[in-house]
């Protein structure tokens, strides 16, 4: 996955996952207010789950991941 890095001082802490209308999955710190149209997938869990589930939901839905490209 790539993307802007989380804001300093989140590394380590949970996160969730959100995702959007079209499929598209965000990792997200739990201390940050989810922004309005992403609802959550999955967590609260460690950024290392939450990858996890990223890549599970990938691998599951690949033309999903293939738009994101």
């Given at each position: 996955?790539?993307?802007?890095?989380?804001?300093?001082?989140?590394?380590?802490?949970?996160?969730?996952?959100?995702?959007?209308?079209?499929?598209?999955h965000s990792?997200?710190?739990?201390?940050?207010?989810?922004?309005?149209?992403?609802?959550?997938?999955?967590?609260?869990?460690?950024?290392?789950?939450?990858?996890?589930?990223?890549?599970?939901?990938?691998?599951?839905?690949?033309?999903?991941?293939?738009?994101?490209?």
């Amino acid at each position: 996955m790539t993307g802007r890095p989380l804001p300093d001082g989140t590394a380590g802490r949970d996160c969730v996952v959100l995702v959007n209308t079209l499929g598209r999955h965000s990792l997200w710190p739990v201390a940050l207010d989810t922004p309005a149209g992403w609802p959550l997938a999955y967590g609260p869990a460690s950024r290392a789950r939450c990858l996890d589930f990223i890549d599970r939901a990938s691998s599951r839905h690949p033309a999903a991941a293939a738009t994101a490209a």
